[in-house]
């Protein structure tokens, strides 16, 4: 089966550095992405990582490992608007989607 | 303001009761998907179409129809809801250019009694 494995919950505090990680196992890999969704909203597109290694957009960075089916996202210098979930797709061997539950973070002052 | 938009915001509906949920984007992208959203789940796909005029099933399609006549509208109907159904509903879309990169709409919150 198709499974995307990430932490429930994190919490960290405002001005460091958290690390979310995100395991997956899929038919096929065509890709992977990172998604903020803050409560009530919809979710929004944060990154893409097709190759290993590390993609870095400003505060925020993904890594990639194919050979491990693992990633991260990592957030620096967090801010209080950080606090969201963070949710995990792989694109599988169609194509489609593949969702983790996502990845509630909590920032505290 | 270009984007996807869904209608209704939300919903309260007595079982039975037949829905539409409705979607329309103006990006002229060419694939939509719907997808439900359940409290310490993934997000699940629902039903998705490539391009007007064709459709597929996703993961969780028992229950929900949809069709695909134009580019723009992707309406989901549950043509009989039942208390499962109860769910935060979202319509997106992606560019044939960039396939595996999707934008949301909203979402719809529909709660069935």
């Known amino acids: 089966g198709q499974n995307i494995d990430q932490p429930t919950e994190m919490t960290a505090t405002e001005g460091a550095i958290v690390q979310i990680n995100c395991t997956y196992q899929?038919?096929?890999?065509?890709?992977l992405f990172w998604y903020q969704q803050h409560a009530g909203e919809a979710p929004t597109f944060l990154s893409y990582n097709v190759l290993d290694g590390l993609e870095e957009k400003g505060r925020f960075s993904s890594f990639l490992s194919r050979s491990k089916g693992y990633s991260y996202l990592l957030l620096k210098e967090l801010q209080m608007k950080d606090s969201a979930s963070y949710l995990c797709?792989?694109?599988?061997?169609?194509?489609?989607?593949?969702w983790g539950a996502g990845t509630k973070l909590i920032i505290k002052p | 303001i270009a984007g996807i938009t869904q209608a209704p915001t939300s919903q309260i509906l007595a079982a039975g009761r037949r829905m539409t949920l409705r979607c329309t984007q103006d990006?002229?992208?060419?694939?939509m998907y719907w997808y439900r959203q359940d409290l310490g789940l993934g997000l699940r796909l629902i039903h998705y179409?490539?391009?007007?005029?064709?459709?597929g099933k996703g993961e969780v399609p028992d229950g929900y129809s949809v069709s695909r006549a134009n580019t723009d509208d992707f309406p989901l109907t549950l043509a009989s809801a039942v208390p499962s159904q109860t769910s935060v509903y979202f319509c997106?879309?992606?560019?044939?250019?960039?396939?595996?990169?999707?934008?949301f709409g909203p979402g719809t919150r529909l709660t069935v009694l």
């Open positions: 997106a879309s992606s560019d044939s250019q960039d396939p595996d990169t999707q934008y």
């Open positions: 179409s490539n391009t007007a005029g064709t459709t």
């Open positions: 899929t038919s096929g890999f065509n890709g």
């Open positions: 797709a792989v694109s599988d061997s169609n194509y489609q989607l593949i």
């Open positions: 990006m002229r992208h060419n694939a």
